[in-house]
């Protein structure tokens, strides 16, 4: 008799869209685009091209937002449906 095989497990997409924003702020921050954000208030950023830095510091500010904003609430949003369908699948017993 053949064993069941158990399902593949995959992130839900709202884990994987938090994974991915919070991976994309922390390359931002490691890659220095934190300090490009002194330009959006006018301040130029030394030896670099004014649209370089305003650029730099746009996506920074984007991502820091996505990151602060949105990733945590498609994280919970994911948790709530895992734990949904575990008690869903836990009553049908």
Do not use: C, N
């Not at 130029?44 to 937002?65: I, K, S």
């Amino acid at each position: 008799m053949k064993e069941k095989e158990e399902p593949k497990r995959r992130l839900s997409p709202g884990i994987q869209i938090a994974l991915t924003i919070w991976a994309l702020t922390f390359l931002a921050h490691a890659f220095g685009l934190r300090d490009f954000t002194s330009v959006l208030s006018g301040t130029p950023v030394v030896g670099v091209p004014q649209e370089a830095a305003v650029l730099g510091g746009m996506t920074y500010v984007v991502l820091w937002l996505l990151a602060t904003s949105i990733a945590p609430v498609a994280l919970v949003a994911a948790m709530l449906g895992i734990s949904s369908d575990w008690v869903r699948s836990r009553s049908r017993h």
